[in-house]
């Protein structure tokens, strides 16, 4: 017989939840919570479905967090299996959200059946906060339902984010933090003309070069202990009409920083516009925001969750807060502990997405050992 999380990440996989569409995930895992008694609450936000689930009323609350939305598989020829039709090779589960973060929520799920069998009267309050939303904008997902329990006064003390950590096996990295995510998009405002007659145009091009060559060669700050330091990256540009006999009009440059606890969305806004302005870079600039970083120090929820991985893998695990983005950066602002810890991330967003179906069964176990050490008396 399959083991239950495996079967419950095949049953969500099959299923092709591509941003925003939940695709009946969150009805499937609402089934389950449902008949552990919690009291089931879809938060939906235009085309996006959430879901917040709580079983109790006091604190402290342990909020088990993710996403049941993927990314698009690509094209179905890159693929060894369809991506939605999960198939278990070589003892590897394969399909689209296998790692992130299908196989998670799947873990969750079994851990909190296996826990309230033997703890229905634990203390505190267990809720799970899922989203369609968290692999898109992220506008109508996790951020809104955050603001939605504050404004009715539900507080999270610690949340657990499932997504994929590890770097070779559940357990070995805990994110205990995230770096902060500023995005701009540049306009070099020139004047198109003759490459014969430069005299008569002005160079997008030129323009900027001495300003990208200050930007990259930039130390925006060293980092700390928890964070690397804060990295300056250009993801793409664009000037030209194709012609090699015709100055472009205009450059167009999208950039971004993942940035430390040492500095600040306004001030790497600050800085930019000042080495624009400083090397007379005639531009129009858009920013966005995606989040401030987060750091969750030594406390109840780091050291629950270290225990757990000791207590069911072995190992001794890696705080780290590398990586990209992830919806914790909506729930720490409020008060809350929080830890990311999911499977390996080697495959997520690639063709034949995978993981360990080992990894899957541990996983699960060490989230059940979680709930022991955060809710037992």
């Known amino acids: 017989m399959q083991d239950p999380t495996v079967e419950l990440a095949r049953e969500l996989i099959r299923r092709p939840s591509v941003t925003p569409d ?3 995930c969150q009805v499937l895992i ?34 088990l967090a993710g996403h049941t939305d993927v990314v698009p598989p690509g094209p179905r020829e890159a693929w060894r299996h369809d991506p939605f039709d999960p198939v278990i090779e070589d003892g590897r589960l394969y399909g689209r959200g296998a790692a992130d973060m299908k196989g998670s929520l799947a873990a969750m799920v079994t851990a909190c059946e296996r826990f309230l069998a033997r703890h229905p009267d634990h203390r505190g309050s267990l809720a799970f906060l899922l989203t369609s939303d968290e692999e898109g904008p992220a506008v109508d997902g996790t951020a809104r339902v ?10 999270i003390d610690w949340a657990l984010v499932g997504e994929p950590t590890a770097e070779r096996s559940a357990g070995d990295v805990i994110k205990n933090g995230r770096r902060g995510s500023l995005s701009g998009r540049l306009r070099v405002i020139g004047r198109q003309g003759h490459v014969a007659y430069p005299d008569k145009a002005d160079n997008p091009i030129h323009r900027f070069a001495p300003a990208l060559a200050e930007l990259v ?10 964070f690397p330091p804060t990295t300056f990256q250009v993801s793409n540009i664009q000037a030209g009409t194709g012609a090699g006999n015709v100055i472009p009009g205009e450059l167009e440059a999208w950039f971004n920083f993942r940035y430390s606890t040492e500095t600040s969305a306004e001030a790497l806004r600050a800085r930019v516009e000042e ?38 893998a072995g190992i001794e695990p890696r705080l780290s807060t590398s ?23 080697a495959t997520i967003h690639q063709a034949d997405e995978h993981v360990a179906v080992e990894e899957l069964v541990r996983l699960s176990a060490i989230y059940e050992a979680v709930l022991d050490a955060l809710l037992v008396p």
């Open 30 to 63: 609402a089934e389950r919570l449902a008949r552990m008694g919690f009291r089931i609450e879809p938060m939906p936000f235009g085309e996006v479905h959430n879901l917040w689930a709580r079983r109790g009323e006091q604190g402290p609350l342990l909020c």
């Open 146 to 155: 955050v603001r939605a329990l504050q404004a009715r006064g539900e507080r």
């Open 275 to 312: 080495i624009l302005r400083r090397h007379a870079v005639p531009h129009e600039l858009a920013w966005e925001h995606s989040g401030e970083p987060f750091l969750t120090p030594a406390g109840e929820l780091v050291e629950a969750v270290r225990a757990a991985v000791r207590r069911v």
């Open 323 to 345: 990586g990209g983005t992830s919806d914790g950066r909506f729930i720490a602002p409020t008060g809350a502990q929080v830890v990311e810890l999911g499977p390996c991330n």
């Open 217 to 226: 060669a930039a130390e925006w700050d060293r980092g700390n202990e928890h």
């Open 22 to 24: 939940d695709a009946g």
